[in-house]
């Protein structure tokens, strides 16, 4: 588990083929691997991946396929900048949200527009993820917790202070990059449970907030939601 508040700006130093769909990539990063052990997990562009090896401020993790498919770290080359965050412990403070370095999907940086002390960047949101994106609510773009700004049917805004265009790769993407994206976790789980109480006959909620238990017979107990 993360928080989504980059303690490192990383880099690539190599990314080599271990199979047909899966990689080694090795990773500067000096603040993070302080204190790093062989089977740790560092996020990297907000993926959780888990430490193979650690050396001299450098440490390497394994990239399985399906990693690469879903998400935007198979564009990885040396050189690159990357966000890098531990995983939080329980005596962290939660700065900005609780992430699972699990990406949900894969988004495009579509316009940037400056300002004097921030900077707005709009990205592409994939149709699958819209539901669960609302205006003032969380999202992690690369591992960084940020506050929607603004949403559309296929969009997203974020505003940028200076400290988080120097810190991450935020500042440096261009139009037409891909970012990874996770959504809020408890977003996903009220969608699920409500499912699972519409399956179970369990209608909406009136405008008393009250959601009768059975299918409508008059008179039935209910609960409060």
């Not at 001299?56 to 879903?70: C, H, I, N, P, S």
């Not at 527009?113 to 921030?118: I, L």
């Not at 960047?121 to 700004?149: C, H």
Request: charged fraction near 20%; charge should be negative; proline fraction near 6%.
């Amino acid at each position: 588990m993360f928080t989504g508040i980059v303690e490192e700006l990383g880099e690539v130093l190599a990314v080599t083929a271990t199979a047909a769909d899966s990689a080694l990539v090795a990773l500067r990063g000096p603040l993070v691997t302080a204190d790093a052990r062989h089977g740790d997990s560092i996020a990297v562009n907000g993926v959780c991946l888990t430490v193979v090896d650690v050396d001299a401020g450098v440490f390497t993790a394994d990239v399985m396929g399906e990693t690469l498919r879903r998400s935007a770290l198979g564009a990885l080359r040396p050189g690159a900048p990357v966000n890098l965050e531990r995983a939080a412990t329980l005596g962290s403070r939660l700065g900005g949200h609780l992430v699972q370095g699990h990406v949900d999907g894969v988004g495009e940086l579509l316009s940037r527009e400056p300002a004097e002390q921030w900077e707005t960047l709009r990205f592409r949101l994939p149709a699958q993820l819209s539901r669960y994106v609302v205006e003032k609510g969380s999202i992690t773009v690369d591992g960084v917790s940020l506050t929607v700004a603004g949403v559309g049917p296929d969009w997203f805004s974020v505003g940028l202070i200076p400290t988080t265009l120097k810190l991450t790769t935020l500042g440096v993407r261009g139009v037409g990059d891909p970012v990874n994206l996770e959504v809020d976790v408890l977003a996903k789980y009220v969608e699920r449970l409500l499912g699972d109480r519409s399956a179970n006959g369990v209608g909406p909620a009136g405008p008393d907030g009250v959601v009768p238990l059975g299918p409508g017979a008059a008179g039935s107990p209910a609960e409060v939601v």
